[in-house]
Nanobody
Framework: VQLQASGGGLVQAGGSLRLSCAAS????????LAWFRQAPGKEHEFVAA????????AYADSVKGRFTISRDNAKNTVSLRMNSLNHEDTALYYC??????????????????WGQGTQVTVSS
């Protein structure tokens, strides 16, 4: 599975961005797809995840109510809509995937497939 993330950029505090992750390759199956982010000097932080087959969505407490993860099965894409952005959201955002949903979805080590990061910078 190959993942290609896009949509990052510079935005003012309070603004919005939409990140997209296009999946290609062997995408048949019940994958778990997630977004993680990494700020300079910090470890990967879980942001949101969903089960490709439906029925499972999860968010970090820090983004709950502001971010929405969604999927488009026809286009093989996963999106992350980010509203009410603040400076603490500044990071390199990665989409990633693993075969089958896991209850340990918050752990970066669970995901075998990673896209390149897309930078999100929120100016105050």
């Amino acid at each position: 599975v190959q993942l290609q993330a896009s949509g990052g950029g510079l935005v003012q505090a309070g603004g919005s961005l939409r990140l997209s992750c296009a999946a290609s390759g062997d995408t048949d199956g019940d994958y778990a797809l997630a977004w993680f982010r990494q700020a300079p000097g910090k470890e990967h932080e879980f942001v949101a995840a969903l089960r490709w087959g439906g029925g499972r969505y999860a968010y970090a407490d820090s983004v709950k109510g502001r971010f929405t993860i969604s999927r488009d099965n026809a286009k093989n894409t996963v999106s992350l809509r980010m509203n009410s952005l603040n400076h603490e959201d500044t990071a390199l955002y990665y989409c990633c995937a693993r075969i089958r949903w896991t209850t340990n979805y918050r752990s970066a080590s669970e995901y075998a497939y990673w896209g390149q990061g897309t930078q999100v910078t929120v100016s105050s």
